[in-house]
Nanobody
Framework: EEKLVVSGGDLVQPGGSLRLSCAAS????????LSWVRQAPGKDLEWIGS????????YYEDFAKGRFTISMNNAKNTLYLQMNNLKSTDTAVYYC?????????????WGQGTQVTVSS
């Protein structure tokens, strides 16, 4: 019954910013963490970062450090991914999934994703 709905994907220019949202409904907190992952065309699923719900501690893959920020609004049960200084290599479908860094090994389906395209 739990559902994670991702929104906010768009076409943006290199150097631009975008914020993705992940709204949880029927959320039971079955995992201590939530993560953002992405899949670029022809590439494997890539872990972006994780937020641990109780502590709000965050962890990021190297490429995301300094550019991407994960946060959560507990009252709204919504997870966010703020992306700044976007690059063409950030073009991918972005997903919100249960779990921490181990989510990089998840098999599809990963739920609803949102397309982010970075192009001039």
């Amino acid at each position: 019954e739990e559902k994670l709905v991702v929104s906010g994907g768009d076409l943006v220019q290199p150097g631009g910013s975008l914020r993705l949202s992940c709204a949880a409904s029927g959320f039971t907190f079955s995992s201590p963490a939530l993560s953002w992952v992405r899949q670029a065309p022809g590439k494997d699923l890539e872990w972006i970062g994780s937020l641990y719900i109780d502590t709000k501690n965050t962890y990021y893959e190297d490429f995301a450090k300094g550019r991407f920020t994960i946060s959560m609004n507990n009252a709204k049960n919504t997870l966010y991914l703020q992306m700044n200084n976007l690059k063409s290599t950030d073009t991918a479908v972005y997903y919100c999934v249960k779990g921490g860094p181990e989510s990089r090994y998840l098999r599809p389906p990963w739920g609803q994703g949102t397309q982010v395209t970075v192009s001039s």
